[in-house]
């Protein structure tokens, strides 16, 4: 058996790392099967949106599993081609959403940071702890932390491996959302839930022409935005869309 929960809600997946009592460390068999899940769920065509959370209050991810480290190496969690637990190096087609009901930190991190929305329960902390234990975030969190925070923060969360509580990676833009902790997956599921009610097609052009974007500059940026905007003026989606609301009715999108 594996340390991870997997179920339907409609039409998100919901993953739940399931290791209470190793603060929801990633060991190799859970690992794999967080792997294994996400890829199911993105060739699920029913499937409109993962998200990810922990088991209890205390922690979301302690990162990989280091007593099972220490027996068999580290760097067991790292799925070839697409990181530490199947996700930090994953193209993904699907938006992958945190629900972060505790400590995230190390690797636990570097899922956060991979996620397209976080979600925050009030009294989580998160950092890159690695420096603590000899190692570095080499998996994705560093790179993403230099993409989206300030130097002088982000090195000294990398150097000294201290944790920084969830208002303060709100205030610099790496969490979507703090919320009291018994409200967390309820107002996660909230908003991912609405967020489906929109056309998937959409939401997955947005996504990646974001991720496009960030590696252009904007009017390379802006070239490509609008040759593929464009080609989707006349998709179904857009068609429905723009009846709907000239009908004052609720668009009906293709979920195919």
Known sequence: MTGLIVERLGAVCLLTIDREEARNALDAATSRALDEAITNAEIDSAV???????????????????????????????????????????????????????????????????????????????????VKRGLFAFAGGIQRLAAQVPRATALAMIMTGDLLPARRLYDLGIITEVVPGERLLDRTLEVTQAMLANSWEAINNGRELYELSNGMDTTQALAVGNAWGKATLSRPDSREGIAAYVQKRDAQFDRG
């Open 48 to 130: 409109g949106a993962i998200v990810v959370t922990g088991t209890g209050s205390r922690a979301f991810c302690a990162g990989m599993d280091l007593k099972e480290a220490q027996r068999i190496g580290a760097g067991h969690g790292l799925i070839p081609g697409r990181g530490f637990g199947g996700i930090t190096e994953r193209r993904r087609t699907k938006p992958l959403i945190a629900a972060i009901n505790g400590t995230a930190v190390a690797g636990g991190f570097e899922i956060m940071m991979a996620c397209d929305m976080v979600f925050a329960a009030e009294h989580a902390m998160m950092g890159l702890s690695e």
